[in-house]
């Protein structure tokens, strides 16, 4: 027997809108997941800020700053928007954002320690 499209009342599972972490979680995995990624990222640039040569020093401490104020946002729509969807939307988008930023920060950072060794290497 086969099924039409349309007659099927449950949302298809293997959708990424349809997912428990966007439909019906309380955000608290965002804030979990976010405060480790923060962690990781933090432990990055403060590894650029300390232990390279300085010349990424203002974009690590940018790329901190940044993530710092994109956790941030995601702990304040956990508290501030209502529960459902809209919600773990914007934690969703916050905690992206976040990783995203976060991510080009560091390869930025690397790039510049990479041509500071370049130049240091070729003088």
Do not use: H
Not at 51 to 62: C, D, E, F, L, M
Not at 72 to 81: D, G
């Amino acid at each position: 027997m086969e099924r039409q499209s349309g007659s099927d009342p449950r949302p298809d599972p293997t959708k990424m809108a349809n997912q428990p972490a966007l439909q019906t979680s309380s955000g608290t995995v965002w804030i979990v997941v976010g405060g480790l990624f923060l962690l990781a990222s933090l432990v990055s640039f403060g590894a650029m800020v300390l232990g390279g040569n300085g010349q990424a020093v203002p974009v690590a401490i940018t790329g901190a700053l940044l993530a710092v104020a994109l956790y941030t946002a995601l702990v304040v729509a956990r508290f501030s928007v209502g529960p459902g969807t809209k919600r773990l939307r914007v934690m969703a988008i916050c905690m992206l954002t976040m990783a995203f930023t976060s991510l080009l920060g560091i390869w930025i950072c690397a790039l510049i320690e990479g041509a500071a060794l370049e130049t240091a290497a070729g003088s």
